[in-house]
């Protein structure tokens, strides 16, 4: 399991390469931006991340609703 520093600086390292502004125009690199977001979003929460562990995507809708 990632700790909390090491899920912040992939995170940051991929936010860098796929940011809109270093690729404008390239709706692939904006969606994977997207998801890196996400997927920061849920690792850096730890409650969100023990959901996701147990329940997967699923999960993440059922408690988010």
């Not at 600086?9 to 890196?36: C, F, I, M, T, W």
Request: aromatic share 10%; charged share 40%.
């Amino acid at each position: 399991r990632a700790t909390t520093a090491e899920i912040k600086k992939a995170y940051r390292n991929l936010s860098k390469k796929y940011h809109p502004d270093k690729n404008p125009g390239d709706e692939q690199a904006a969606d994977y931006y997207k998801r890196v977001n996400r997927a920061y979003e849920v690792l850096a929460n730890e409650r969100l991340r023990e959901i996701y562990d147990a329940a997967g995507e699923d999960g993440l809708e059922r408690y988010e609703r």
